[in-house]
T-cell receptor, first 110, second 113 residues
Framework: QKEVEQDPGPLSVPEGAIVSLNCTYSNSAFQYFMWYRQYSRKGPELLMY????GNKEDGRFTAQVDKSSKYISLFIRDSQPSDSATYLC??????????FGQGTTLQVKP | DTAVSQTPKYLVTQMGNDKSIKCEQN?????MYWYKQDSKKFLKIMFSYNNKELIINETVPNRFSPKSPDKAHLNLHINSLELGDSAVYFC????????????FGPGTRLTVL
């Protein structure tokens, strides 16, 4: 079992839709969680960073962590074609390594 | 003003060859990383250097050898390339080994024929 799991998709939505991207993790020691966005043929870039349960909002993006169920979510409101990318969740392990999920590929159609 | 740069961007080579990928960061960070991303987009760490010292060395074949001449550079040399080495290799950096925010380079797409 991978320590961080994501449904790879692809997920296709119409422009303006609310998108929900999800991850589960197995390691109870994980304390911090990140979402990286990776455009095609580019490197990942940090989108959001959370370190506690609850919600964190940044513009159209909301990151949610539920440590009791080991579930991480990223919501995108009013999705745009420019949001089309692969979204990777990640958490640093106790040894300092960033453990990534497989990534979910999102396509927002105009 | 590229923060983390890699060369080359694309690398096509024959099995058995030896190749190198170079990485440079101008962010003043102390820690640098090499990741491998396979065809299913799974991103996995290979090595990490902090101030030129190796601090993470995952289970990677000995054919892969990282070298850090200074803290702004981390190169990856691969000997006797195999078909399974085909992937995208990403370099990344962070402020220090305890900082989780990592900045990634654009990647080097390696194809072994």
């Amino acid at each position: 079992q991978k320590e961080v799991e994501q449904d790879p998709g692809p997920l296709s939505v119409p422009e303006g839709a609310i998108v929900s991207l999800n991850c589960t993790y197995s390691n109870s020691a994980f304390q911090y969680f990140m979402w990286y966005r990776q455009y095609s043929r580019k490197g990942p870039e940090l989108l959001m960073y959370t370190y506690s349960s609850g919600n964190k909002e940044d513009g159209r993006f909301t990151a949610q962590v539920d440590k009791s169920s080991k579930y991480i979510s990223l919501f995108i409101r009013d999705s745009q074609p420019s949001d089309s990318a692969t979204y990777l969740c990640a958490s640093p392990s106790s040894t300092g390594k960033l453990i990534f999920g497989q990534g979910t590929t999102l396509q927002v159609k105009p | 003003d590229t923060a983390v740069s890699q060369t080359p961007k694309y690398l096509v080579t024959q099995m058995g060859n030896d190749k190198s990928i170079k990485c440079e960061q101008n962010l003043g960070h102390d820690t640098m990383y090499w990741y491998k991303q396979d065809s299913k987009k799974f991103l996995k760490i290979m090595f990490s250097y902090n101030n030129k010292e190796l601090i993470i060395n995952e289970t990677v074949p000995n054919r892969f050898s990282p070298k850090s001449p200074d803290k702004a550079h981390l190169n990856l040399h691969i000997n006797s390339l195999e078909l399974g080495d085909s992937a995208v290799y990403f370099c990344a950096s962070s402020q220090d080994a305890r900082t989780d925010t990592q900045y990634f380079g654009p990647g080097t797409r390696l194809t072994v024929l």
